[in-house]
Nanobody, 126 residues
Framework: QVQLVESGGGLVQTGGSLRLSCAAS????????MGWFRQAPGKEREFVAA????????RYAASVEGRFTISRDNARNTVYLQMNSLKPEDTAVYYC???????????????????WGQGTQVTVSS
């Protein structure tokens, strides 16, 4: 089992940057595929980015491709989401999640992730 704690959210102007961090407990962090999702008021939770636990390959939602970068530091049990060129439509609660699948995967489906953090608010002002 793993516990996840996000940090780094806040208020930023359009065009600004933020870096979210997600610290994980446990000794097997490198075995987990990690993802970032977000949920805006009145909307469903949506995929943002994922990074594979086997080879570090990543994938992104089309809406953030080229602006956001997901990375992980297995020695620190931490996954990051660097967000640049932020837009008002990026405003949401951002969640990190862990997928314990024992095979290669970078899933966009939140149902594949067994563990979730509490979320961190990101607000982008226009």
């Amino acid at each position: 089992q793993v516990q996840l704690v996000e940090s780094g959210g806040g208020l930023v102007q359009t065009g600004g940057s933020l870096r979210l961090s997600c610290a994980a407990s446990g000794r097997t962090f490198s075995n987990y595929h990690m993802g970032w999702f977000r949920q805006a008021p009145g909307k469903e939770r949506e995929f943002v980015a994922a990074i594979n636990g086997r080879d570090g390959n990543s994938r992104y939602a089309a809406s953030v491709e080229g602006r956001f970068t997901i990375s992980r530091d297995n020695a620190r049990n931490t996954v990051y989401l660097q967000m640049n060129s932020l837009k008002p439509e990026d405003t949401a609660v951002y969640y990190c999640a862990a997928d314990p699948a024992p095979y290669y995967r970078s899933s966009t489906n939140p149902k594949d992730y067994d563990y979730w953090g509490q979320g961190t608010q990101v607000t982008v002002s226009s």
